[in-house]
């Protein structure tokens, strides 16, 4: 999981900032509706915080791609949504979802340059 991200284009970070609100409505309803609430320690309100948290983070790398943040950033959202009551399979559904949000949301050329760091979290996550 070494491998750098590279930094996205000014073009993509406006697709990402002009698709976040649909992509978190898309996450929010995904797992309030059709995921077991335990997944995600049945609390609504930190799940929608996440998803919006997560989103920001990712432009906010994107435009600024640390890999030391990345890695340190992402082991402590693990500790502190586990301590939320959150599931391992909670993360293990979310960066496919929003893999495939994205994919349908952005430009192919955008999601050439999102997706490297969708498949470093899946690496980290299924290693996690």
Partial sequence: ???DINKA??????EMEKAKQEAVIALNN????TVD????????????????????FVV???????MEVLSETVGWVVKSYEAHGFLKEYFLRAI???KKELKRLLSDK???????L???????FENE
């Fill in 9 to 14: 284009s000014d073009t993509t970070i406006l």
């Fill in 60 to 66: 906010s790398f994107l435009e600024n791609p640390d």
């Fill in 118 to 124: 969708y498949d470093w979290f899946t690496k980290y």
């Fill in 30 to 33: 995904y797992f309030i509706e």
């Fill in 110 to 116: 955008a999601y050439t340059e999102v997706a490297p």
């Fill in 37 to 56: 609430s335990s997944v995600y320690g049945d609390d609504e309100v930190t799940l929608k915080n996440n998803h919006n948290n997560h989103f920001d």
């Fill in 1 to 3: 999981m070494s491998k």
């Fill in 96 to 98: 496919p979802k929003w």
